[in-house]
């Protein structure tokens, strides 16, 4: 297979591309093919990173329930890690597909704590 030049400047769409990709198959496979009971709380891909090498994807996960079940919860997912990178070899033709890591996506939880201490620094009454 030869690289066209073109194809050389567009390896970054390249990788957004398969990133967006990963996102869609991880979250059909996350909405009921896999069966960890530990799986079965609301739970959303927020985002997945995929490395300039595309070597290791990580995916940011919103999981839903108390602290016991989010945690339950991403223990399920890092077990099922292996199936993900061997179910998206199968889905989307890879010769080899990244290193698949979870990881909690905790923005929501982040952007209320700076709103929190924002609002404190605009009325100090609220302490």
Do not use: N
């Not at 905790?106 to 929190?116: F, L």
């Amino acid at each position: 297979m030869t690289v066209e030049p073109e194809a050389h400047h567009s390896g970054g769409h390249r990788s957004e591309r398969l990133a967006e990709e990963i996102r869609h198959e991880v979250t059909l496979l996350l909405a009921g093919e896999l069966k960890d009971p530990r799986l079965a709380l609301p739970l959303t891909v927020t985002e997945v990173r995929l490395t300039p090498d595309m070597r290791t994807v990580r995916v940011f996960v919103r999981l839903e329930g108390t602290e016991e079940e989010r945690a339950a919860g991403m223990d399920g997912l890092r077990a099922a890690a292996k199936f993900v990178r061997h179910e998206l070899i199968d889905r989307l033709h890879l010769r080899r597909a990244p290193e698949v890591i979870f990881l909690a996506d905790e923005s929501v939880e982040y952007g209320q704590r700076i709103d929190t201490l924002l609002s404190k620094m605009h009325d100090p009454k609220k302490s």
